[in-house]
């Protein structure tokens, strides 16, 4: 993997999670919130 690479994957990464954060202190109810964690920690790098 060549170094520009791994640069846009680490910012595709950052941007999934703060994507994710937005996700989790907009959740209305604490079981969507508990959704999106489970989706969170199963996704590919």
């Given at each position: 993997m060549s170094m520009i690479d791994r640069?846009?994957?680490r910012?595709?990464?950052s941007r999934q999670?703060?994507?994710i954060d937005r996700a989790m202190q907009t959740?209305?109810?604490q079981a969507m919130r508990d959704e999106i964690a489970y989706f969170?920690?199963?996704r590919p790098f």
């Open positions: 640069i846009r994957q910012r595709r990464i999670n703060r994507a959740a209305p109810t969170a920690q199963r």
